[in-house]
């Protein structure tokens, strides 16, 4: 008789699974895309040994990217990347743990790491964008405005030029490297409210978190925003890597990877090389939602 | 004494020896086995004991620098919760009053609306349908304590926020204490259940059989007998439920808001419930990734540890004494 009850999640297991199936198949198309296109290093570039990257994880895809390309080609290499945050790759680099650390923020920020000990090297530039809910009924906003919503002084979109809708406010959990270059560049000293609606971390939920209620608003990388939500312009510049070449829109930074000032191996210089070689920028950063270096020298408030 | 026959006759035990008395050296060895299985077996229990010594006294190593440089009165009297300030700006704050208080807010709430769910479902299984309680009620009831938190946590921040969002004032998602609330109590009616099952079961069935005799209806008999009788499993299954509620990370961070401001219960009543806010394990997880570079903030996540894991040994001591309370008074 207890077999029978078995039936009844077994049906429904299969019920979903029947029903769930089509929506992995783009994911893995536009991966095996962004392989294919990825450009190999030259043979005379290539550097034997056995090095880790870790830290920050919305540098990761891209720099997994370029440890796949980079062992095709190079037999002799193996790259190991993996996450833990930009603090954690920043500690590690500078104990010695990881060859190379990723992180979204100057070493600055860390009081732990001596950066006398350590070399900086951008690899990228990441676009940030304000997003609201479609519903609050806001394209454009100046700086000024978005400093009163995030720091809870506006209550309402009728306040900047919305709809009548209340404000809920998605912040980033303190410590965020994210949180820290909004703060920098946008807030310039003005704290952040200390009652949110909520604080997020993981682009999922800070994108359910504004897409949910009517008159959410919360900031994340540009390319991370998806057709639920609508990116804010900033004094009437959009988020676009063509503004940020033109200088007009500020709210951008710099992705870092730290090594030793002199790294164990040679294999650490060949391959961040290849990361900053004009083939791999104008070819998978910009794939993987990222800008090219070429597109400003300028650096902006965060990496200062 | 039939021994004289030798080959295959055995001869019977003889009084108060053990069964191997035929055959001299089996004897020995058979001792010798049954003194290795007690050390193994005494040796799994101790590496217990061992294990969980040596975990307290790593994470109250790890927590010293709590007490000697942050100083426990701030730790826990503070709202001012900003552990890696020091990482930018020069000094952190540590303090943990909002997520300590948080912690038992959401628990609280979250026993007050599963105990009496979790009691109505173990008198149905036990007692009010025996037979749909046993075949369906009871099996679906274990599948659940099966179920990981974080399906209950996202299905919660999916479906539940949302309905939260029209009751919440505005401004706020609709995350907050009630929701965590809610999330922990569906996940920790299993979990007593079941135990309240248990222990109704176990309740003699004389003690039923005498009140149906004395002319209690089936009600009056639950109520003033069976309830009663069961009650240190209840008991015991409610503080299981408890410690269950007070660890749970995962599935609070989801629908809690995670802001670290203990809401104002006077300014707005009955919608605090509605406010944002945190627990010890959400606030733990949240520093997971700075553990490296903060020293003074890691210290004060590890002194939160430290307080979940006494909360949790003073329940697990409440279930010990409420287990004695049955076999101390029904003699």
């Not at chain 1, 008159?215 to 988020?239: E, F, I, N, Q, R």
Request: glycine share 10%; aromatic share 6%; proline share 6%.
């Amino acid at each position: 008789m207890q077999l029978r009850l078995l039936a009844i999640p077994a049906i429904a297991g299969l019920a979903l699974v029947a029903c769930g199936s089509d929506n992995n198949t783009s994911s893995t198309t536009t991966g095996n895309a962004a392989a294919t296109a990825t450009p190999s290093p030259t043979a005379a570039a290539c550097q034997t040994g056995t090095i880790t990257a870790s830290g920050s994880t919305a540098l990761q895809p891209l720099v997994q990217a370029a440890a796949q390309a980079y062992q095709t080609k190079c037999t002799g290499a193996t790259i190991t990347v993996s996450g833990g945050g930009s603090s954690t790759g920043l500690s590690n680099v500078s104990s010695g743990a990881s060859d190379i650390g990723d992180s979204d923020v100057p070493v600055s920020n860390a009081k732990a790491v001596d950066p006398t000990t350590v070399k900086d090297h951008q690899v990228a530039i990441v676009v940030f964008s304000v997003i609201v809910n479609p519903k609050a009924g806001v394209t454009n906003l100046t700086t000024a405005q978005v400093r009163d919503i995030f720091s809870g002084k506006d209550t309402n979109w009728s306040q900047v030029g919305g709809a009548n809708q209340a404000i809920t406010l998605v912040e980033r959990k303190p410590g965020s490297g994210t949180r820290l270059s909004f703060d920098k560049i946008i807030m310039q000293g003005t704290n952040e409210s200390a009652t949110p609606a909520s604080t997020q971390d993981s682009t999922q939920l800070v994108l359910s978190g504004v897409a949910g209620p009517p008159g959410g608003v919360s900031y994340l990388a540009a390319s991370s925003a998806d057709a639920t939500v609508t990116k804010v312009s900033l004094d009437g510049v959009a988020p676009s890597g063509d503004n940020v070449k033109a200088g007009t829109y500020k709210y951008f930074s710099h992705e870092h990877m730290y090594t030793k000032t002199a790294p164990a191996s040679p294999l650490v210089e060949a391959f961040i090389n290849f990361m900053v070689a004009a083939d791999f920028q104008s070819t998978t950063v910009t794939q993987l939602g990222f800008l090219p270096l070429s597109t400003t020298t300028e650096q902006s408030l965060a990496d200062q | 004494m039939a021994g004289g026959q030798g080959g295959g006759a055995v001869t019977p035990p003889a009084p108060g020896r053990d069964g191997a008395a035929a055959v001299p050296g089996l004897r020995r060895r058979s001792r010798v086995i049954d003194q290795g299985a007690r050390y193994v077996v005494f040796g799994g229990a101790a590496f217990n004991v061992v294990l969980v010594v040596l975990v307290v006294a790593f994470l109250l190593q790890h927590a010293w620098p709590t007490i000697s440089s942050i100083g426990l009165r701030n730790f826990f009297t503070s709202t001012d919760w900003q552990p890696d300030a020091g990482i930018s700006f020069g000094v952190g704050m540590f303090g943990a009053l909002a997520p300590i208080v948080g912690s038992f807010l959401v628990v609280a709430l979250a026993l007050l609306i599963a105990v009496p769910f979790a009691i109505a479902v173990a008198v149905f299984i036990t007692d009010t349908n025996p037979i749909v309680g046993e075949r369906f009620i009871r099996p679906a009831v274990e599948v659940f304590v099966g179920i990981p938190s974080v399906v209950y946590g996202y299905l919660g921040f999916i479906t539940l926020l949302p309905l939260l969002r029209h009751i919440a004032p505005p401004g706020r998602d609709g995350s907050g204490v009630l929701a965590a609330g809610i999330v922990l109590a569906v996940m920790i009616v299993p979990t007593i259940a079941t135990i309240s099952a248990d222990g109704l079961y176990s309740v003699p069935v004389t003690l039923r059989e005498g009140s149906a005799a004395l002319g209690a209806t089936q009600w009056q008999t639950i109520r003033r007998v069976l309830l009663p009788a069961a009650r240190p499993q209840i008991i015991s299954g409610i503080v299981l439920g408890f410690a269950r509620a007070m660890g749970e990370a995962l599935a609070v961070a989801l629908v809690i808001g995670d802001v670290n401001v203990i809401p104002n219960i006077a300014k707005e009543g009955i919608g605090a419930l509605l406010q944002p806010f945190t627990t010890m394990t959400v606030t733990i997880t949240d520093g997971v990734d700075k553990l490296a570079i903060n020293p003074d903030g890691t210290a004060a996540r590890y002194m939160l540890a430290v307080v979940l894991l006494f909360v949790t040994f003073v329940a697990i001591i409440l279930v010990r004494l409420a287990a004695r309370g049955r076999r101390g008074s029904r003699a």
